[in-house]
Structures are given as C-alpha cells and as structure tokens.
C-alpha cells in the first residue's frame, strides 16, 4: 500500500478544505475522504487507488436520520448500510431500499459501509482492479481489455468503446427509484444533486464517475415523501443466493388504482454502466392495467437499447425477466 | 470420563502449546519464529494494562486502542489495518487473516458490540473505541455460551474460519433475524468456511437462540 498521511478533520470545513487541495476527486485522487473503508482499503491494497493524505470523517457529525419538514427523510452521509436498512420509516415508507440494502454485501460490510461510500461505490470490473492490466477507468487512454476479455458481469447499457464497467451498488439502485437527492457541500458552498444527474456514463471519460470536484464532500441525502398506497419491491438476480453483485436487479415503486398502474418508478442494478433508472419502462406502464401484457411491454421497453457484451448476451433476457417478475409480485402484494 | 458425563470437559491445550511443548524442536522453532519479535515482547508485557510495540520506523503514529477492556498504547505505521494490528503489534492472534479484502469474514471483531471486518479497517480508525476479539469472549474455563455450543455442535473441522465465524454469530443475536435457518444462513453468509462445516454453525447458532 501506498504510504499516505491519516489526518483526522474536526469539522466539515475543515475536511472540505484539505480535501480542495486534490488535484482530483474522480480516480487517482491524492486527498480521500475515508468513510466505512470497505471500497477504498481494499483498492488501496491493490494499488488502484493510491492517495496520499487520507481524511478520516467517520466522526464528523452527518449520522443522523431525520424527518424533513416536507414529509420525506433526510439521511447523514455516514449513516451505516445496517442503521439505514432496519429504520422503522425506512421499512414501513421506504421498503424497496431497506430490500436493496439488504440484499447486498454482508451483515459485516453492512455495518461498516456509509450511505456517501455506497453512492461512491467502485466498480468489480476484474481489469479496473488489477494494476497489471490497463483500464481506461484507472488509467486514461490505456485500452479496455474487458470488451474483448472477461465481461460477463459488465455492462448492457451505458457502455461506450472505452469501458463496459458495471456500477455495482444495490442501494443505489432503489435510491433512483425513489427519486433521491445528494447534497453535497464543497469549496463553492452546497447544492443538491438528483440522484440521476449524479453519476455520469463513462463516454470517452471512464474514469470521470460523478460530478464531484476536489474538496466536495457528500452531507447528507434526501427523500422525496413516500407515496401512499404504492407498492415497492427490489429483486436482484445473482450467480450465488447471498453475498454477490446482480447480474441483474429491479426496484419498482407502484401505485395501482382500480386496476390501472398510476405511478411507476423502475431502475435497474447490474446492467448499467450507472444506477439505471428506465423512464421507458415508466411511461410504458403508466395508466396501463396491472398485468402481465403491461409488466412485459415495460421490460421490452427498460431493455430495448441493450448491447450485450460477448459473454453477458443472457443479460438481456434476464434483466427482461426479473423485471417483469418484479412489477409481477410488487402489484400483487 | 464421557461425552455423557455432565462434568466433562475436552481436554484442552491450545494448538500452539500442544506443539511448543510436545512438538520436536523444529515445530517450536516454527512457531517461535512465527510470531514477530515485536509481538512477543507485547505480549510479554500483556499482564500490564498498557502494552507497547510496534515497528520503530518513520511516519509510525502513537495509538492507544481499547482491546477487550484494556488499553494497548502501540506505535503503527498508518496503513496497518486493524486486523494486521491486532494479530501482529497487539499479539492477539485469534483474529484470523484470510482473504484480506472483505470477502470472506475470518477477521470478523466487534467495534462497539458490531460486527466488522478487520481487514478493511485502519487501526488508526478506533482510538478510543470499544473493540471485541474472540480472546475477550470467553476463557477456556468459562465459555461464551457461542463457544460452547460451537464445540457441542462440532461446528468447525480445520478451525480456521472459526474466530470470525463465533464473532459473527455473537453479534447476531443481537440483531433483527428471523428464526428460521435460512435467516441466520443469509446473516452469517459473510463467512465462509472452506470445510464447509455450515450445517454445523447454523445448529450451533440456533441452539444459542433457542436457549436464550
């Protein structure tokens, strides 16, 4: 590992102007934030990321859960994967995301892992983390051996000619479902991000992920407030029953009336190059009846501007089918 | 004496006294000249409330961790992980290292009663916190009722995994599972065990649960 300077900031402005002196905040930086550590010790024992100063925050006071005035929850940027997930207002108005937390990593990771890392999570591609192989991720210009390598696990939508990476993050995956906002605070004040807007395709860019700069730091992230009566259900696909990235995930938020679908809120997890929200498969099922012409047309629909990678062509299908299954069970529920 | 005799107890020297006492000399040596210099004069020093060590290289930083209720005041180089620290500077080895990246929970510990994966911690991360190793669970003489039940229930065949496997299951209980075994399998899939003794640990865990 890479030696680096542990400095342990005593407030957000503090970590905020440390963290400015970065000549990036993307891939490569050489100021980190060190939130839970579960993404960045282990790339920082593999060499792929290598900062250093590193900034501990774990103790800045952004752990809180707590109502906002307009009905919705804002959540702390270091609130743990756990205390998120087994929140009473988070399972009773917010279940697809307690589902999503749920579904990934472990117990352990769980309780170490913060909301702010989760959405800053890295990618598994296997070339991004081995520093013996190029990658346009971690090394601009030096070739994407994934898209005639291993890809398996990569990328049906958002790739470009330049990385097929996955975004890995259950998580966040309810979070573009439920239409989350990021706050962030930086060198330039605050502002608040939609979680859509967040994180950008790779392009010609892989190893520009989001649209944070030096210095910003992610404080908190807010809910919208929950829409009564909707119906929430995350179904993620994977090669083992626990402890495994999706090969394909859904997060569907429903609100049925009299038969007809009125809202719809669909993403994808373990296709897309980015948390994958659909506003095809949205307007396909919308004003639509609950069935099963409806769920599949919107499948068709969430999948239609697929490109398989040349290992991963059943994603397509398997994409289709979870999320088929998934409006299937959350309508009947 | 019997399995069935209520006052027997397994005979029980450690692996590592059984081979420094019985072993031949070059088993000894082996396991002398595993543990690292340093360690050994830590955990020469460990019936003290402080222990000192670690490497006297530059950039080391002073720490004082709060391990199973006492304080080890170790100098580190800021990349040592929890883990490394624990079993190399602070000398406690029942922490074990397996995979090193967060994949396979041998080095499962709690930090203020949760459960974490060494391996992806710095130490420098939990000064002043209240950290648990399976050394501060329980003694041979007076077990956990985890560990006794792990060893009721045969729940381990190499041991390796074990550690991380009762630290895991310890923190479980105190957290939201169901009470069916896929419940406690889904919960504890953070930990792998290569012999796959997993029928064993869940029957270990759930004969806690119900006695509880």
């Not at chain 1, 373990?270 to 659909?278: H, I, N, Q």
């Amino acid at each position: 590992m890479h030696i680096f300077e542990f400095i342990r900031p005593p407030d957000a402005a503090a970590a905020i102007a440390a963290a400015a002196q970065s000549k990036t905040a993307q891939q490569g930086a050489d100021v980190r934030f060190m939130g839970g550590g579960t993404t960045l010790i282990d790339l920082m024992k593999l060499n792929v990321e290598t900062p250093d100063r590193v900034l501990d925050i774990n103790r800045l006071p952004l752990d809180k859960i707590e109502a906002t005035p307009d009905g919705g929850l804002k959540i702390g940027a270091l609130v743990r994967n756990s205390d998120l997930a087994y929140h009473p207002k988070v399972q009773k108005d917010y279940l697809v995301l307690s589902q999503a937390i749920l579904n990934g990593a472990t117990a352990q990771i769980r309780n170490m892992a913060t909301v702010s890392g989760n959405v800053l999570q890295r990618t598994r591609c296997v070339y991004f983390r081995d520093t013996a192989m190029p990658c346009n991720k971690r090394e601009p210009g030096s070739g994407c051996p994934a898209i005639t390598g291993h890809n398996r696990t990569l990328a049906i939508l958002g790739a470009s000619d330049h990385c097929v990476a996955t975004n890995p993050s259950d998580m966040c995956v309810a979070m573009a479902a439920l239409e989350a906002t990021i706050h962030v605070q930086g060198p330039k004040g605050s502002w608040a991000i939609p979680f859509g807007d967040f994180h950008l395709l790779p392009g010609n860019t892989p190893h520009r992920e989001t649209v944070l700069g030096p210095g910003d730091l992610i404080t908190h992230v807010t809910l919208p407030a929950p829409v009564l009566g909707s119906k929430h259900l995350y179904l993620k696909l994977r090669d083992r029953a626990s402890y495994e990235f999706a090969l394909a995930s859904a997060a569907v938020v429903l609100t049925i009336a009299g038969g007809n679908i009125t809202r719809a809120r669909i993403a994808l997890g373990g296709v897309g190059t980015k948390p994958w929200r659909s506003p095809e498969a949205e307007a396909a099922l919308a004003g639509k009846p609950a069935n099963e012409v409806a769920f599949r047309s919107a499948a068709e629909a969430a999948l239609r501007n697929a490109k398989p990678q040349s290992e991963n062509k059943f994603k397509i299908e398997l994409a289709k089918r979870c999320l088929t299954h998934a409006l299937r069970t959350a309508a009947a529920s | 004496m019997s399995d069935n005799d209520p006052k027997w107890r397994p005979p029980n020297p450690t692996r590592r006294k059984f081979l420094l006492t019985t072993g031949s000399g070059v088993a000894a040596s082996m396991v002398a000249g595993y543990v690292p210099a340093l360690a050994k004069d830590a955990a020469a020093k460990s019936n003290s409330a402080q222990t000192s060590g670690g490497p006297n290289i530059d950039g080391a930083v002073p720490i004082t961790l709060r391990i199973n209720g006492k304080e080890h005041s170790v100098r580190i180089d800021p990349r040592t992980t929890l883990l490394d620290c624990l079993r190399e500077t602070v000398a406690l080895t029942g922490t074990k290292k397996g995979c090193d990246h967060g994949q396979c929970g041998a080095c499962t510990v709690h930090v203020n009663g949760r459960r974490v994966l060494s391996c992806l911690n710095l130490a420098l991360m939990h000064d002043g916190e209240e950290i648990t190793t399976v050394e501060g669970l329980g003694t041979p003489d007076a077990m956990h009722p985890m560990q006794a039940s792990f060893l009721a229930c045969d729940a381990y065949q190499c041991g390796y995994c074990t550690s991380g496997q009762i630290m895991s299951a310890v923190a479980l209980l105190k957290e939201p599972c169901g009470p069916d075994d896929a419940s406690v399998k889904e919960l504890m899939s953070g930990n792998i065990c290569r012999c796959g003794a997993y029928a064993n640990i869940v029957a270990a865990i759930q004969q806690v649960r119900k006695n509880a």
